[in-house]
């Protein structure tokens, strides 16, 4: 065959690779941004959760090598409130990687709490994580600066240290749920949402869930459950796997089920993602200074 009949061949082929993948660009990549991170202090985003008590405010934080405080922004990314809370006395900056937050109920009937999770540990060698719990103030949706005080809880793994990204908090059977991150085989791994304050508790391991892929990619990084504990998110760097809840079903026993895979854009570096209130969608944001938030509506 002459090269000019070869050349002939080949472009057509190249035109219809190049509009199919212009196509699936345009109908299928298409993804709502609502805002962008717009604050330079936001610069290594690990977490976001909705507020229970301020309409439309969602809470963020930075990673390791911030300090104490997370941040109340819109989800146009407009920051609020900045909120410093009280840290660990013996760990410089109060805090050593705070990897997720969430929001829900607590020891006050009625009344909002925000969970943070001190539980990133990248070599897996501390002897304990701490979850610090937060009672959630409605001055956040319009201070500029506040202090509060917390309740940590000292956690401790039953096989040993290891690096988690992603804390959840379970309404329905009132439990704080913590997944690891590396490894072919993450763990799930849960605590009652009630304790007293500096309690130590150990964790009760109670599955092992397997995502196909290639490391790191596949390494799961956020998480959330909706308030009404009946949808659940996982995310790793590339992808994002959602549950939906059976009746009278453990959350782990949920998500040993196959999950479906949404859409995402992947981002940055994106270790965040939570439920709107209302649980009919969801938005992700990345670690970088001014990032994007995208918002998604979840399965109907």
Known sequence: MTRSKKLKLIAPLVIIIFVG????????DRVA????LQSKQMDEISGIAASSINPNIYYVHNDSGDTSRFFAITPDG???TTIYFTGANNIYLGVRDCEDIAVGPGPSKGKSYVYIGDIGDNAGRWPYITIYRIREKKSWATDSLAHADTEPLYLKYPDGPKDAETLMLDPVEKLLCIVSKRKDTVSVYTTPLMYTAKDTVILTKRAQLFFPGFKPFKWITAGDISKDGKQILLKSYEKVYYWKRGPKEHIWETML???DELHYKVEKQGEAIGFTPDGKAY???SEGVFAPIYYYETPE
């Open 257 to 259: 089920r196959k999950p």
């Open 21 to 28: 993948a212009f196509a699936k660009h345009r109908l299928f």
């Open 33 to 36: 941004q609502s805002g962008t």
């Open 78 to 80: 407009k920051l609020k």
């Open 283 to 285: 938005y992700t944001t």
